[in-house]
């Protein structure tokens, strides 16, 4: 049986995967939800990076060339679904009483920025299909933690189904579960050794960067003072 680009990328960024799973602040979101203060600044980061999304496919389409038109259809219907997501974000923020005033006026973490620059960088000065490896590892991420994790957070807050606050988290893994089918359709027809080589090193890239926005925001453990 002949694997697909999407099957072979899955199986080369396994570890790396892996390693993003391990991270400990993903497994105590999934197994036992987080406080308040812990899901507001996830969704602050998450406000601050998901907002460069249409520029990053916009970027993307400037740099492609005539024979890219696949790519540029992929990148065009991407962009159509992903307006208005930050907005999502933003509203959750209000309905668990953060100010969304402030997080949108304010500074991201170093580490989203160091992340979004990077996505920047890839597209502008390797290749604009560089934005498939985060692309892969956002979206696929989502899909994988976002419904697991929102039923464990709205347990830890004592949220119910009804309440506010989890419009982000559920419906960008609702959304995301049809577009990694479409995404994996996108990668098999990329054909070109050199693109897919460069997909899963940006893949592999962007699930260290994106931990890293997970590893900074866990709890700073306290300093213990000598004698």
Known sequence: MTWSF????????????????????????????????????FLASAYHHVRHTCPLLGLALSHCGLADGE????????????????????????????????????????????????????????????LLGMVHVLEGMSVALARAAAGAIRQSLQVGEGGGGFTYLMSHGQLDEKHVAQFADLLDRIDTPDRRALIIQATRDFYRLYGDVFRALAPTPEVGHAA
């Open 71 to 130: 790519y540029r259809a992929g990148l065009l219907h991407y962009l159509a679904e992903e307006q208005g997501h930050e907005d999502w974000i933003l509203d959750d923020i209000a309905a668990l009483g953060g100010d969304r005033q402030r997080v949108a006026a304010g500074q991201p973490p170093f580490a989203v920025r160091i992340m979004v620059a990077y996505a920047y960088h890839a597209i502008e000065r390797i290749s604009p299909y560089a």
């Open 6 to 41: 999407y099957q072979h990328l899955v199986a080369a960024t396994a570890a790396d995967e892996a390693e993003f799973r391990a991270i400990p602040l993903i497994r105590t979101a999934i197994a036992e939800g987080v406080e308040r203060d812990r899901y507001l600044a």
